[in-house]
């Protein structure tokens, strides 16, 4: 299922049995070292077990593996080489409450994108906008760290981002046409779709049909390294020729570092908030900051900061020749497009 984790599917196991037969492998393996260069290694392992209660229940594969992954979650929680059977209190638990709400906002078209803009700093005015995504169910504004993180669990989230493309791409079409304007819109993906290669035919057919030619920007998020940068050039060439462009997310954190520059030809480098918020203050971010702008206009790349949240930041970021900037000091997240206009 992962890099560390392994699926098992006991059919016609009742769940004590299924413990037993867990709990016989963990005590196997921690007993019988693997040798490497004379070296004894001992294995560990933590184990969750989830299964349908009875037929009436009409489990899915998706939940009985989310119940599954739950439990490994407390196994890990209480100490290593521990076996834990799921809650069986399906319908009560949250995290079943997150997975009916991820294929409630699919099935039901409830994604909706929030957009921030994204200001040309040397020409004061709005470049584009990074569209955000949300789901809206009735009343409620749902933030993606509600649900996210478990749409990447459950194998979902290329579905998701695809949907909030797709309006995304509908909404600044809608607004360049009643404008006659050229907007720019950023839209973030997970490293996940990297995986599936359908994913990024679709993408071109969306920007087509929206007639987003060299007005979209795919945002690389820092959720996962992208394992092998080599092969992301044969993606990256594909969408260029369709005339979409690549960004590099929260340059100077996580996993983006320098290495990404040698392989992705990216149009603009986003460097991280968390070197922006004290630049005015902290001589190490300013530094920092300034090297990663001087990098990126000797490989000719545009710079974009994000966190701008006062007015003394923006005029030091100005000084110091960054290209771009977004943050709620130049505007906070809106469904309302029509608003920064």
Same mark, same amino acid.
């Given at each position: 299922?992962?890099?560390?984790?392994?699926?098992?599917?006991?059919?016609?196991?009742?769940?004590?049995?299924?413990?037993?037969?867990?709990?016989?492998?963990?005590?196997?393996?921690?007993?019988?070292?693997?040798?490497?260069?004379?070296?004894?290694?001992?294995?560990?392992?933590?184990?969750?077990?989830?299964?349908?209660?009875?037929?009436?229940?009409?489990?899915?594969?998706?939940?009985?593996?989310?119940?599954?992954?739950?439990?490994?979650?407390?196994?890990?929680?209480?100490?290593?080489?521990?076996?834990?059977?799921?809650?069986?209190?399906?319908?009560?638990?949250?995290?079943?409450?997150?997975?009916?709400?991820?294929? @409630?906002?699919?099935?039901?078209?409830?994604?909706?994108?929030?957009?921030?803009?994204?200001?040309?700093?040397?020409?004061?005015?709005?470049?584009?906008?990074?569209?955000?995504? @949300?789901?809206?169910?009735?009343?409620?504004?749902?933030?993606?760290?509600?649900?996210?993180?478990?749409?990447?669990?459950?194998?979902?989230?290329?579905?998701? +981002?695809?949907?909030?493309?797709?309006?995304?791409?509908?909404?600044?079409?809608?607004?360049?046409?009643?404008?006659?304007?050229?907007?720019?819109?950023?839209?973030?993906?997970?490293?996940?779709?990297?995986?599936?290669?359908?994913?990024?035919?679709?993408?071109?057919?969306?920007?087509?049909?929206?007639?987003?030619?060299?007005?979209?920007?795919?945002?690389?998020?820092?959720?996962?390294?992208?394992?092998?940068?080599?092969?992301?050039?044969?993606?990256?060439?594909?969408?260029?020729?369709?005339?979409?462009?690549?960004?590099?997310? +929260?340059?100077?954190?996580?996993?983006?570092?320098?290495?990404?520059?040698?392989?992705?030809?990216?149009?603009?480098?986003?460097?991280?908030?968390?070197?922006?918020?004290?630049?005015?203050?902290?001589?190490?971010?300013?530094?920092?900051?300034?090297?990663?702008?001087?990098?990126? @206009?000797?490989?000719?790349? @545009?710079?974009?900061?994000?966190?701008?949240?006062?007015?003394?930041?923006?005029?030091?970021?100005?000084?110091?020749?960054?290209?771009?900037?977004?943050?709620?000091?130049?505007?906070?997240?809106?469904?309302?497009?029509?608003?920064?206009?």
């Amino acid at each position: 299922l992962g890099g560390d984790e392994f699926g098992i599917i006991a059919q016609d196991t009742k769940i004590q049995s299924a413990k037993i037969i867990m709990e016989t492998i963990n005590k196997k393996l921690s007993t019988h070292p693997i040798i490497i260069n004379n070296q004894k290694i001992y294995i560990t392992t933590s184990i969750g077990i989830s299964t349908c209660l009875n037929e009436e229940t009409h489990c899915s594969k998706e939940e009985v593996k989310l119940l599954a992954e739950e439990a490994l979650r407390q196994a890990k929680r209480s100490g290593k080489s521990n076996v834990v059977i799921a809650s069986q209190k399906v319908k009560d638990r949250q995290d079943m409450s997150i997975y009916e709400l991820i294929n @409630r906002a699919i099935d039901e078209n409830l994604i909706e994108p929030a957009f921030e803009p994204i200001f040309d700093l040397k020409k004061d005015k709005i470049f584009g906008f990074e569209s955000l995504c @949300r789901i809206r169910l009735n009343e409620n504004i749902i933030y993606p760290d509600q649900f996210i993180e478990e749409a990447e669990d459950l194998g979902l989230i290329n579905k998701i +981002d695809l949907l909030m493309i797709r309006k995304a791409c509908e909404r600044i079409s809608d607004l360049n046409d009643k404008y006659n304007a050229d907007f720019k819109l950023f839209v973030n993906i997970s490293a996940k779709a990297f995986k599936d290669k359908s994913f990024f035919q679709e993408v071109v057919d969306i920007a087509k049909n929206y007639n987003m030619k060299d007005k979209l920007y795919i945002e690389i998020t820092e959720r996962e390294s992208l394992a092998n940068l080599e092969k992301f050039e044969e993606i990256e060439e594909f969408l260029k020729y369709y005339g979409i462009n690549f960004v590099i997310d +929260d340059f100077g954190s996580g996993y983006s570092s320098f290495l990404y520059l040698k392989f992705i030809k990216t149009e603009i480098l986003k460097i991280d908030g968390v070197f922006i918020k004290n630049i005015t203050k902290n001589d190490k971010d300013k530094a920092i900051v300034k090297g990663i702008n001087t990098t990126a @206009r000797h490989l000719n790349i @545009r710079t974009l900061a994000e966190f701008i949240e006062d007015e003394e930041t923006l005029q030091e970021l100005k000084v110091m020749g960054v290209d771009f900037g977004q943050g709620y000091y130049l505007g906070k997240p809106s469904f309302d497009l029509e608003k920064f206009l």
